[in-house]
């Protein structure tokens, strides 16, 4: 019952910076937990980011802490990821997710947006 939409994807070179964003739209709950993905060509879809709505808790993998962002906009029903400093191994098609609670394994969220593109040129 949730749809969710990703934009702000592109081409930028390293050490730039993007913000992504994630509008959801239908049935939404204040339990839920929204998260970020992201799959490069040949390689298994990999958690980024998530972030619980009432709480405001969030998990960042490894790779991004201290460079990406996550937050959300409640009234806005919108999630963001802010990137900074990106590197070359950062492009890959980013996906954000929903599902009830904090969850940072692929096969725990429910709801998926189509994929924004990021590509990180040296």
């Known amino acids: 019952q949730v749809q969710l939409v990703e934009s702000g994807g592109g081409s930028v070179q390293a050490g730039g910076s993007l913000r992504l964003s994630c509008a959801a739209s239908?049935?939404?709950?204040?339990?839920?937990?929204m998260g970020w993905f992201r799959q490069a060509p040949g390689k298994e879809r990999e958690f980024v980011a998530a972030?619980?709505?009432?709480?405001?808790?969030?998990s960042y993998a490894d790779s991004v802490k201290g460079r990406f962002t996550i937050s959300r906009d409640s009234a806005k029903n919108t999630l963001y990821l802010q990137m900074n400093s990106l590197k070359p191994e950062d492009t890959a098609v980013y996906y954000c997710?929903?599902?009830?609670?904090?969850?940072?394994?692929?096969?725990?969220?429910?709801?998926w947006g189509q994929g924004t593109q990021v590509t990180v040129s040296s």
């Open positions: 972030i619980t709505w009432g709480g405001g808790s969030v």
């Open positions: 239908g049935r939404t709950y204040s339990s839920y937990g």
């Open positions: 997710a929903a599902t009830r609670g904090l969850r940072t394994v692929a096969t725990a969220y429910n709801y």
